[in-house]
């Protein structure tokens, strides 16, 4: 018998003996397909080693040689398949070279900035209660940060060294009325009227500018929350009852607030509002009913439409909710910070 | 404002504790911040609101008491004796500066006592003065008289030494341009037009409405006073005090505004007292020039307003109550509404809305419920909120942290990075940090520079981005602002261009991005294209170049990328419509080809995806080499593999054989370029 021959015997039972124990579905089946191959009467691999008799005498050790190989690689394909059957039937040992205690390959992942994630909360927040979001210029002329706002040309609000005054760069801005970096959200709330008809029930969020030295607490832009809420019949029992809805969302408890009075020209009444939290009161922010001389301005009839509006202070929120001390640390983008969020 | 308890109760019984007092305060619109011993006095601080002038005096925090508590208010008297000679005949008065000052009133007292002030007035005055300055001291009877006035109604007086006024007249004006004036501090100011000076025939002998002159003061040697009681401008006022720094009570007073009918009282309250402490005789009547302020006109209260606003019920009694406490005079009323006319000193309540405020703040907020039912109302989300959303979480899930810097940027920043506009960038005139007055047209440098903080502590991964406006001249009323994306990554060109691509695709947006070149100073001209899509510019990719990382002071390779977030928007599809996938099986095609240098990537997937059609499933780059010993100069090869998949059955081998042809005989016809191996 020709070596090549008896070679393509043992290569074609390892192939056709791997793939039955593959195929195995029991442990049963598997014992049949054992006797079949690796029986030791009448299994085909001892039927192959008689027929070794009858290679040539000079090619005898390569053929022992192969046979031996493919006799433990069906032992092997046994093995697995009873391995596979019975589960972990096999006794087991741990790998000692495997260390699992190997820090893993982390997945890479960013973060949201804190005040990003401050912002999404309260949108969703607000969104629950029926807000939606209205977006507005930064960049905007006095009419909408300052007149229909209330806030009359000799008002100590518009002094140039608390507001940041554009230089004329717009070929249609007259040089006497400067545009300027909107020094509160509220402007929103004018556009939105201006195109809107009541009722409206809108927050703007975003960023505002005011001159101030930055230090711990202060700095010359952050963002702030705004809401509205125009509709026949509003008063303030419904602004109050909308706030301790949010603050009860917000901090995720029963919440309650009070009013103290305050003065903002585009509101009145007018109030600051409190939470009380954890046994101690927190200010939120300012609030109020919205001036007659607002809702004219917007072309609304005071007599038959009132309202409410709010706005507190994103950063100073974030801050308290995430112990930051220093507000520089929002806009520094330290990634060391923007990490712990 | 500082109050003073024992100073208070003259005027009004404080049967209250103190902290019950304070809560109180702090609840009906002054805020308590805070309470110090001095002596055997308290000091109590209050925040006074801006449109609240008539709590900077004593008797306005009294009258809030009485009003609060029930109690009744007692006023001192202002009604000094006077001899039988004329203020007229001392000095006479010319006002030539009207809008600066409405009104100026000047008494006259000869023959004072000038000699140190008794106990209870230093006391009085030590409680709210010393709380501020640690060193106050008083310093005359006559100066701590007018002193005293002004922190028991709110008006500011002067005592000028009669003797040391020049020419026997008082001339209120306008400052002259660099005018100089020595003030009470003994500092010397130069004025400028638009300031209100009282004068002499000499000289300033006083800056209305801030502060005395040093060489016009009341000194021991003084026997004779003219007592200056006016009302300044506010504005004026403010604008004076703060260009000169010079902010004293008095000015903190006129700025918000005196009461415009007390001038006078106030002027008769002083001299009593110094009558009664300094002795020496008032002269008969008054010197004047303009005019008290008008009393305030009627305001008319609907008594259904209260519960329309408020959304409570507040008793007709009660109204009236406080309301008449307050000071306000009811001329008219019944069961629906009241006519009334508001107290002089009280300019803030002139419409009904002011009426409800203080009935509602009086009457107090907690009365207000905080549970009752506001109807629900639909919200939505508004798609640039969406759209934002799905870059943020791509790009967080892609390893950048979200940076937000400032708006305003160093007026060189733009000029290295003018990517969206020609024109100048606006300026504003006040800068927002330091150097930083110029706003920004672009996000990159901002990003740059957060890198270089970031660098500059050795942060191992600095990968950032930021959503926010960029602030474009525009021919329009407002300039034109831009809601924009950028990114800086040390990751290398070919991972942010993939990222691109994968933002694109978060917003399903299937247009393909087309690459232009660009030439700006801060990136590397070759490894930088300017972004297309859909006709319009979405934005820039590339590399910083050396210089601009010089510039910047950049360590290591940067690549940028800043995107139009509002043409995406227009483009994202936010709401993806199911198209059927095939049922069969895709089968691939390696190529490698050789094509010139020359040929960009983008034309062979041009070529391709024209011959392959529908069927062509994707279209993968692999790899660019180049042999020169085999191909010559200037070739490169290119690989890639098709993936090829039909709708209609099982693709065969010889199908995508037929289609790989197919787009080799258009590389080799258009690009002339050849199949290497496949």
Known sequence: MAIQQFLDQLQQLTESATAAFQQAGSL???????????GSKQGQLKSLQKQMGSVDREDKPAAGKQFNATKQAVEAALEEAQQRLSGNSQERSADPSFDATLPGSPLVVGHLHPLTQTIEELKDIMG?????????????????????????????????????????SQKSQPADAPLLLRSQTSTVQIRVMESTPPPIRIISLGRVYRPDTADATHYPMFHQMEGLLIDEKVTMADLKSVLRLFATSYLGEEVHIRFRPSFFPFTEPSVEVDFHWNDQWIEFGGAGMVDPNVLTSVGYDPEVVSGFAFGLGVERLCMRRHGVMDIREFYKNDVRFLHQF | MLVSWNWLKQYVDLGMTQAELEDRFSMSGLNHEGTRPVGD????????????????????????????????????????????????????????????????????????????????????????????????????????????????????????????????????????????????????YTLAAGMCVIGDT????????????????????????????????????????????????????????????????????????????????????????????????????????LERILGIHIPADEVARILTTLGCLIQESNSESIELTAPSWRGDLSREIDLVEDLARVHGY??????????????????????????????????????????????????????????????????????????????????????????????????????????????????????????????????????????LAALKISQETELKPVDLPLLDISRSAELWLDGERLGLL?????????????????????????????????????????????????????????????????????????????????ETYRDVERDGENTKRILFTIVLRSDEGTMTGQQADELRDAAVAQIEQQLEGRLLAT
């Open chain 1, 28 to 38: 049963d089946d598997l014992e049949a397909t054992r006797i079949d191959f690796l």
């Open chain 1, 128 to 168: 629950r209660l029926g807000f939606s979001v209205a977006d507005g210029p930064e960049i905007e002329d006095a009419w909408h940060n300052f007149e229909a706002l209330n806030i009359p040309a000799a008002h100590p609000a518009r002094d140039p060294l608390d507001n940041f005054y554009l230089a004329t």
């Open chain 2, 41 to 188: 006095d308290l000091a109590i601080e209050l925040e006074v609101p801006s449109n609240r002038p008539d709590c900077l005096g004593h008797i306005g925090v009294a009258r809030e008491v009485s009003v609060l508590y029930d109690q009744p208010l007692k006023l001192p008297a202002a009604d000094p004796a006077s001899g039988s000679d004329s203020a007229a005949d001392y000095v006479q008065l010319r006002l030539e500066a009207q809008q600066l000052c409405p009104h100026y009133t000047a008494r006259i007292i000869r023959g004072v006592k000038v000699q140190a002030s008794p106990a209870w007035l230093v006391d009085l005055l030590a409680t709210i003065f010393r709380p501020i300055n640690h060193d106050w001291a008083p310093v005359n009877n006559i100066v701590d008289i007018t002193n005293y006035v002004l922190m028991e109604v709110g008006q500011p007086l002067h005592a000028f030494d009669l003797a040391k006024v020049q020419g026997g007249q008082v001339i209120v004006r306008e400052a002259q341009a660099e005018e100089t004036f020595v003030a009470i501090d003994h500092n010397e």
């Open chain 2, 202 to 305: 000499n000289r300033a002998i006083a800056l209305g409405g801030v502060m005395g002159g040093a060489d016009s003061e009341v000194s021991s040697q003084t026997s004779d006073l003219l007592i200056e009681a006016a009302r300044f401008d506010p504005l004026a006022t403010r604008t004076t005090a703060r260009a000169l720094g010079l902010h004293s009570p008095s000015s903190f007073r006129f700025e918000r505004g005196v009461d415009p009918l007390g001038v006078d009282w106030a002027s008769r309250r002083c001299c009593q007292l110094i009558l009664e402490i300094a002795g020496g005789e008032m002269a008969e009547g008054i010197v004047e020039a303009g005019a008290a302020g008008q009393s305030s006109e009627p305001v008319v209260l609907r008594l259904a307003q």
């Open chain 2, 366 to 503: 907690d009365k207000i419920p905080e549970d009752v039912g506001v109807p629900m109302a639909s919200s939505q989300r508004t798609d640039r909120d969406r759209v934002q959303d799905r870059l943020r979480q791509a790009l967080v899930s892609a390893g950048f942290d979200e940076a937000i810097t400032a708006s305003m940027v160093p007026a060189d920043w733009p000029g290295e990075f003018m990517a969206w506009t020609e024109r100048q960038p606006i300026r504003s005139n006040t800068p927002m940090l330091k150097g930083a007055d110029t706003l920004r047209t672009s996000l990159v440098p901002s990003l740059l520079e957060a890198r270089r903080v970031n660098q500059s502590l050795a942060n191992p991964l600095i990968e950032l981005f930021e959503t926010a406006s960029i602030y474009l001249p525009s021919d329009d009323q407002l300039p034109r602002q831009q809601w924009t994306l950028a990114l800086a990554s040390g990751q290398g060109y070919f991972a942010v261009k993939g990222l691109l691509e994968s933002l």
């Open chain 2, 542 to 622: 590339g590399d910083v170049c050396q210089a601009g990382c010089d510039t910047f002071s950049l360590r290591g390779e940067t690549t940028i990328l800043e995107l139009n977030i509002e043409l995406l928007a227009r483009l994202a599809e936010l709401v993806p419509q199911h198209k059927p996938t095939s049922a069969y099986p895709s089968i691939s095609r390696d190529l490698n080809v050789i094509v010139a240098e020359s040929v960009r990537w983008s034309q062979l997937q041009q070529l391709v995806a024209a011959t392959s059609g529908d069927q062509l499933e994707h279209l993968l780059y692999r």
